[in-house]
């Protein structure tokens, strides 16, 4: 089992950043695969950005504002968020899964493990 943990949300003025952080209690190597996902209250859970083996994709929502790179000291990844918007107000979830993706990189049930969450708040 590989326990996932997100941390670096909060509460924050539109335009501003945030970084949220997750790691992974697992050695590195075996976990090949992680993504951000974050889901609105009422709507479905979705993707944000993925990493691969060494390929990254983002969901257009992040294009140009967002940026997922590696925690290689924690076995995990970061989310540089930018100028954030009101839109952006979710829960953001880290998810892993051991092996490469070689499509299906924004689907939910293609990750095995999930972190319990961080929400993240941007008001006007």
């Known amino acids: 089992q590989v326990e996932v943990q997100e941390s670096g949300g909060g509460s924050v003025q539109a335009g501003e950043s945030l970084r949220l952080s997750c790691s992974t209690s697992t050695l590195t190597g075996s976990i090949n695969s992680m993504a951000w996902f974050r889901q609105a209250p009422g709507k479905e859970r979705e993707a944000v950005a993925t990493?691969?083996?060494?390929?990254?994709y983002y969901a257009n929502s992040a294009k140009g504002r967002f940026t997922i790179s590696r925690d290689n000291a924690r076995n995990g990844i970061f989310l540089q968020m930018t100028n954030l918007e009101r839109q952006d107000t979710a829960t953001y979830y880290c998810?892993?899964?051991?092996?490469?993706?070689?499509?299906?990189?924004?689907?939910?049930?293609?990750?095995?493990?999930w972190g319990q969450g961080t929400q993240v708040i941007v008001s006007s």
């Open positions: 990493i691969t083996g060494a390929r990254i």
């Open positions: 998810a892993a899964r051991r092996g490469i993706l070689s499509g299906g990189w924004f689907t939910p049930s293609f990750y095995t493990f």
